[in-house]
């Protein structure tokens, strides 16, 4: 049903006229209307023989082949009819490249994709489990035997990190490591410290 002038003051009529229901509405009720979307033709359907490698399509054109020239640095090289079978599109092959409008079909190692895949993982991993990484809501503690906040729970330092071979040295009251500092050693830090901040403002100035 085209959307005309009639029709797109249908569309509002319950607005005014209470009980009536709208043109969509009716659609919604009608049981001879088949629900069934809208799905754009397929661009290219493929049909995998040699099972050893990756593939992915790869614009060739995009930023005058700069995506293109990155896929081959990283490893990829064009895929052939030897590896798939082209089942539907309009699709370009031949013994040296596949393509299919401005995108061509690429291929890398299976093993050297799954190194990359796994090194993104453990990457999350590890990201995931990084302390200090806390949702708005949290009340924070800057103690380090703190167990979080009311958000989710955070536990402690010590906890974080036993387990495995080598057992990490948590003191038991950090603080006493600081107030029971000699004056004078605390006088000589804080002049070293000073030195060093001196150093890096005069080297900041002269760049």
Request: with cysteine; aromatic share 6%.
């Amino acid at each position: 049903m085209a959307l005309t002038t009639e029709t797109s003051q249908r569309i509002s009529d319950h607005t005014h006229l209470p009980g009536r229901a709208t043109s969509e509405a009716q659609i919604l009720f009608d049981k001879s209307v088949v629900a069934r979307p809208l799905s754009a033709p397929e661009v290219a359907s493929i049909h995998v023989k040699n099972t050893e490698y990756y593939y992915r399509w790869v614009n060739r054109l995009h930023s005058s082949g700069r995506v293109y020239m990155e896929r081959k640095a990283m490893g990829f090289t064009n895929a052939t009819t030897d590896d798939v079978e082209v089942l539907v599109g309009d699709t370009v092959s031949s013994d040296t490249e596949i393509r299919c409008g401005d995108v061509i079909l690429m291929k890398i190692p299976f093993h050297l994709w799954a190194s990359h895949v796994k090194r993104n993982m453990e990457t999350a991993q590890v990201l995931q489990r990084m302390r200090g990484v806390h949702n708005k809501e949290d009340d924070l503690s800057g103690d380090v035997f703190a167990d979080g906040g009311t958000g989710r729970t955070h536990t402690s330092v010590m906890s974080e990190l036993t387990g495995g071979k080598v057992a990490p040295f948590m003191p038991p009251n950090p603080d006493a490591y600081i107030d029971g500092q000699k004056p004078e050693d605390v006088t000589k830090a804080r002049q070293e410290v000073e030195e060093i901040r001196k150093k890096h403002a005069a080297e900041r100035s002269v760049k």
